[in-house]
């Protein structure tokens, strides 16, 4: 990665989100954003958003904290990628994969220099799309019990076998990042390494998983007898849990520009509770629903809070052990409550028919039946809850 160039000025920083604004607005495509919809619904659809995130590249809006050589910008900073998460997420515009700037940054810090020379262009081109081949059905939130294993042969190729689940965008990725067991005389945390899987690899079989919200956003991932060249391991062997780790690390200033979905929700909720009625009259008139809605946008404002300040101390290195941990329960649960009682609002209130508290509603309740993927992905609720006891508390284990 670049390293952290100087602190851009408001008025740079104003600069610089009108012309992300201004690039939203033209090249966007025709699809709104939904929550737990965020895969391509057909060919069509997934050349459009291809299409997209390659032009986020090209702008330099994405992947502009790489190294110059491979397409970064020397004058990056951490808060131009807060502003374009939040102005794509404010356009209710397709946000791009994740897991590929997991991937990617897993390849700049470790990988080989044939690896990147290989693998980072199509990426750019958006014509990778990555997914994390991390969980299996007994190893979820606890990706070190993986079962999945990988063998080496003589000329230097491996045999990976193995189950992996709810592997996000796993139906439409071309590659995988997979985190398999090379070493089963070792346990835990030791003995795992990371390889880069294609999808297309004969024995690798996905199958799809439809979620609540009635759409396929998570797969099942099966290999069997899955053959990989030497050059697929990234790293070295038995370092896997460092590499995934330092991967995920990577992640962490993306929740800083998804605090945007919160407000967002509230501003759903808002709508539905001045113009939907409830007894014949606003639904805002009444207060007991004043003053839950209240409640819930203080809520909101205290995340908010916290992860702004999160992402303050992670730009200068000051952050703490267990504030990523708290960052993410702050964002996921008020996320979570925030939907439930919005969705609850919905199904109670009576709308005059009009297109924008419809859409407010429909939103709702797509949000209320997908948060509970975030309290469970990235790391369950639970875990992190786990992390802080252990890193903050620093109370013992067991």
Request: contains cysteine; proline residues 4%.
């Amino acid at each position: 990665m670049n390293g952290v160039g100087s602190r851009p000025s408001a008025e740079q920083l104003a600069a610089f989100r009108n012309r992300v604004r201004a690039h939203i607005a033209q090249h966007a495509p025709a699809i709104e954003a939904r929550e737990g919809h965020r895969a391509p619904v057909d060919a069509a659809q997934e050349a459009q958003l291809r299409n997209w995130f390659a032009g986020l590249f090209d702008a330099g809006f994405v992947g502009a904290d790489w190294p110059v050589e491979y397409g970064g910008r020397a004058e990056h900073h951490p808060l131009h990628d807060r502003v374009v998460s939040e102005e794509i997420l404010r356009a209710r515009a397709p946000r791009p994969v994740d897991q590929v700037n997991l991937a990617a940054h897993v390849l700049l810090h470790f990988g080989s220099q044939e690896q990147k020379q290989a693998l980072l262009p199509p990426i750019r081109r958006s014509e990778h799309v990555w997914c994390q081949l991390l969980s299996e059905p007994d190893a979820g939130s606890d990706i070190a019990a993986v079962r999945t294993r990988a063998v080496q042969r003589i000329d230097g190729s491996w045999v990976i076998d193995g189950q992996k689940t709810w592997i996000t965008d796993g139906h439409w990725a071309d590659m995988g990042l997979a985190l398999v067991r090379t070493d089963p005389t070792l346990s835990r945390h030791h003995g795992l390494s990371v390889f880069t899987v294609p999808l297309s690899a004969p024995g690798v079989e996905v199958r799809p998983i439809r979620t609540v919200g009635d759409a396929i956003e998570v797969n099942e991932v099966f290999m069997t007898g899955v053959v990989v060249d030497a050059n697929s391991l990234i790293g070295e062997a038995g370092h896997g849990w460092s590499i995934i780790m330092a991967g995920l690390d990577f992640e962490r200033f993306g929740i800083g520009g998804n605090v945007i979905l919160l407000e967002l929700l509230i501003d759903d909720v808002v709508t539905v509770a001045r113009q939907a009625l409830v007894d014949g009259a606003p639904a805002l008139t009444h207060n007991d629903i004043r003053q839950a809605i209240a409640e819930l946008a203080v809520e909101v404002e205290v995340a908010k809070s916290f992860i702004d300040d999160h992402v303050e101390r992670l730009i200068i290195g000051a952050d703490q052990p267990g504030d990523g941990s708290i960052a993410k329960l702050s964002f996921a649960e008020t996320y979570h409550r925030v939907s439930a009682y919005g969705a609850e609002l919905a199904a109670a209130a009576v709308d005059a028919g009009t297109d924008d508290v419809q859409q407010a509603k429909a939103r709702l309740r797509e949000c209320w039946l997908w948060s509970r993927a975030y309290t469970i992905s990235g790391g369950s609720s639970e875990m992190m809850r786990n992390i802080l006891a252990k890193r903050r508390l620093l109370l013992p284990s067991g």
